[in-house]
Structure formats: C-alpha cells, structure tokens
C-alpha cells in the first residue's frame, strides 16, 4: 500500500530528476562549441533554408567573426565539404536512419550532414566528428534531438566511405555513370553531360569527376597596366599560373585581405575565366578600331581585365548587363578603366554596330564551375537548360549583329554541356550567313603552350582535370 507520504516522496523525487535534466540541458547549451564548427553550421543552413551561396557567405561569417588561421582552414573544409558532397551524404544519412533524409528536421539535417562529411571524407577521428555533432544539435535542440543524432552518427561510422559507397552506389557493371557520379558526390544527370562532353569516354569522366570532387586553390588575376603576375606572387606568396601570364595561384588565405585586392590592382578570377577575355584580345580583326564590347558583364571580372588590357593598347569596352544592382557592381570593379557600364538586355541594347570584338560570356548552368560553388550541382536541374540554350542562341546572334566585318565574336560559357556549347553555335551558324569560325587554341594558348593539347578545335573545351581550370568553353567567330 502507497501511503501519502511515499507520493509525495516520488513527486520529490521526480522533481528533483527534472532538475538535474534541466540542470544537464542548461549545461550543454551554456558549453562552449567549436565556432569552426558552428559557422559551417550556419553557413550550411542558410544554403538550404535561403538558398545561400557558400562561398560568398563563408568568408563574411568568418570576418564578422574574426575566426582566422587553423580555425577558419577548418570551417573552411567543413563547409565547402559538406555542401559538395550532399547528394552522397544524404544517402549515407538516409540508410543511418532508416528514413529519407528530406524527412528528417532540417536544423538537425545540417549537423548530421556535418557529422557525416567529417566521419566519411576527413582525418578527424570519429569521437571527436560525433561528439562535437552532438553537442552542437544539443545546445540548440536539447536532449531528445541530439541523441537521434548521436545514434544516426555512431551507425554512419561503423563504415567508411568505400564500404558505404559499395553498399548504396549502382552497380559499375549495370551502371558506369550512375556508378562514378555517386562515388564522387554529383547527380547522375551532370555526370551524364559530362560523359557525352568527354566523347564517352568512362576514364575521362572518372577523372573529370575526381578533380570536380576536389576543393581547388584560388586563382588571382594581376590586372595588366597595374601589376604584373610576378609582382602579384611576390607580395601574396602565390605562384605564377602556367597559362594565362596575368594568372597568381594562392594555395591558401583570404584573398581578400591581399592590399593589391582590396586596391583593385587584382582581382580573384579563374584562370579559364582569364583564357576568355584574353582570347579576345588576340584574335586578328585587321585594323583596331578600339570599339569593344562585353555583351553580359556581370558580375565584371571579365570586363575588367578587358577594361585592363584596353586601357594599354588605347581602347575602350563597353559592357553591358541587365541588372541595375550587379551593373552597379561592375562599376566599382572597373572604376577609373576605359569602360562603359550599361544597363539592358543582351538581346536588346541599343548599341550601334561596328565592334572590333564582342565577347559574349552567356548566362549558362554553371556545371563547368561546381568545385567552386559547391552547393550548385544539387540546385541545377537539367529542366533549367532549355531556357538557357534560348538565351545563349539570342545573344551570340545579337553579338553577330554588333560586330563589324573583319570583327571576332568570342563566345563562352562556364559549362561543357554540348547542349550549351557547340550546339548553340551550330544553331546560329545555320540560321546566320557570312560567319567563319576561327580556330580558338592558338588563342588560348599563345606562346605559352602548345596549341594542339587543347583538342581537336576549332573550338576550346577546358576542363579541372586537364588544365586544373573551371570548364570553359569557348568559340570565335568572324563576320566575313
């Protein structure tokens, strides 16, 4: 028989139970947590809940948060880690949790997302990848969801990355492409693309993926007349690019606390990106006239080193660009170069003919550029292109237009997807007469290298595996 007295000692007892648990929950949510860590966190969540870009959200965080040296190396792996690697690490969580990881809470997604990439894709030993993913979801969630956490992560490390892969990827035998996209964290559709870009071959797409699935080291541009390459790699302790002369590799720290960044003597800009606009400048069109102009402008690294190199041989470009806020942004970039900044459509600017040349960097997918906007390759969807291919035809046929005879039309897009490349220009040269395509490699390549191992031509196709640049194409034309 339970006597009042027994009641009341079970009420006091269960009182003070629910102490030490709210005792235990004000401790670890008053723990200090990794603020590497947490600024991953946080960045990760603004790219799933507000569409975020990474890499132009990390670096603010960090500054805001004067998170430097070995800490912000850290944060810097986790967070483009993580966001590379998502389709792969979602299906690890999903067969962890023996649920869809879209069903899962999206806070507590975040931090298991984080926990799994340090578990399965870095040194960092397995007590610590767990722990520290608990304490972050408890401080935030308390008791229940981090021990959902905490038992999701210890399933995830019972086996490493292969042992996952060969569990959850397609058969290589029944599915090559399915086989290698997952392997190396992309969607089966762009390893597809880029299967058919690379001429079937399955040795090259393997390698086109690996180095895609790689975090690559930042590419600055020495802007011609302000500073030279070697000057650039002096001051910064980088190294001289092996193919555009105005190309500086900064294998590690902000860019953005260089002097010669911040002072608009350079500029962070891949080195495909660079090969671009100084093929342009290259091509033969006779007798300069000096009128040159770039066709879709933002966000302006191209137009300033154009803006750069005209300023030396006594030019002036024109640039155009459809947003009043990104033209805004070109305007600082290309501050005190020879350079028009205007705001209209493409399609539609206003512009008398007579270019000497026109640089058409067309609007495209982006899938020549996802190792270094790591979330882009889970956003992209292939229904997106179509669009696109629209408004690439558009705009090379206005360029077209804009050049004089004797001119060169440079065309370029940060993606090799053939439907945005060669098929775009086979489509306009079919419908628009007194065009010759011009070979493209000995633009691209100068004196620097040999023209002949940048492909078959005329056009030009980089890649991260071949040049350890983005995926560049690019194509010119001359008006007869």
């Keep these: 028989m339970t006597t009042s007295g027994d009641r009341r000692g079970g009420r006091r007892d269960s009182g003070r139970r629910e102490d030490r648990r709210g005792d235990a929950e004000r401790k670890y949510r008053d723990k200090d947590i990794d603020p590497a860590r947490i600024v991953a966190r946080d960045v990760l969540r603004a790219v799933r809940e507000r569409d975020a870009y990474a890499n132009l959200l990390l670096p603010k965080l960090l500054r805001e948060r004067k998170i430097s040296g070995r800490d912000a190396g850290l944060a810097t792996e986790l967070t483009y880690g993580t966001a590379r690697s998502m389709g792969f690490l979602d299906a690890v969580i999903s067969a962890a949790a023996g649920r869809p990881a879209a069903e899962i809470d999206g806070p507590l997604l975040d931090v298991l997302r984080l926990g799994a990439y340090q578990l399965l894709r870095t040194r960092i030993g397995s007590h610590a990848a767990v722990s520290t993913s608990v304490d972050i979801a408890r401080s935030e969630n308390g008791m229940g969801p981090s021990g959902f956490v905490n038992a999701v992560l210890r399933k995830v490390s019972q086996r490493d990355e292969q042992l996952w892969i060969d569990e959850l990827a397609p058969s290589m035998m029944d599915d090559r492409i399915g086989n290698l996209a997952f392997t190396y964290a992309h969607p089966r559709w762009i390893g597809e693309v880029f299967y058919e870009a690379l001429d079937r071959s399955t040795g090259e797409l393997q390698a086109a993926l690996a180095a895609d699935d790689e975090r690559p080291i930042v590419h600055l541009v020495a802007r011609p007349g302000q500073i030279t390459a070697e000057e650039l790699a002096l001051i910064s302790g980088g190294e001289e690019g092996r193919y555009s002369p105005y190309c500086v590799y900064l294998p590690e ?228």
Excluded at 284 to 313: F, H, N
Excluded at 344 to 362: C, I, K, Q, T
Aim: overall charge negative; aromatic content about 4%.
């Design 253 to 480: 720290g902000d860019p953005g606390q260089l002097d010669a960044v911040r002072e608009g003597f350079a500029g962070v800009q891949d080195e495909g990106s660079q090969l671009v606009a100084i093929a342009l400048t290259r091509a033969d069109v006779g007798a300069d006239t000096g009128r040159w102009l770039d066709l879709c402008a933002g966000p302006g690294g191209k137009a300033a080193l154009l803006g750069s190199l005209a300023d030396v041989e006594g030019a002036h470009v024109d640039a155009v660009e459809i947003s009043d806020h990104r033209a805004k942004l070109i305007e600082k970039v290309v501050d005190g170069l020879p350079v028009d900044v205007r705001v209209a459509d493409g399609r539609a600017s206003g512009l008398e003919p007579g270019f000497d040349r026109v640089l058409v960097d067309a609007p495209c997918s982006g899938l020549g550029s996802l190792r270094r906007r790591p979330e882009a390759r889970w956003r992209r969807r292939p229904e997106d292109v179509p669009a696109l291919v629209e408004l690439q035809k558009q705009l090379l046929a206005e360029a077209l237009r804009l050049v004089r005879p004797g001119g060169v039309v440079v065309y370029s897009t940060c993606s090799p997807h053939r439907a945005e490349t060669v098929e775009v220009v086979d489509a306009v040269l079919s419908e628009v007469s007194g065009i010759t395509r011009v070979d493209a490699r000995p633009l691209v390549a100068g004196d620097v290298f040999d023209a002949d191992s940048l492909g078959p031509g005329p056009h030009v196709q980089l890649w991260p595996h071949r040049q350890d640049t983005d995926a560049m194409f690019l194509a010119a034309l001359r008006k007869d």
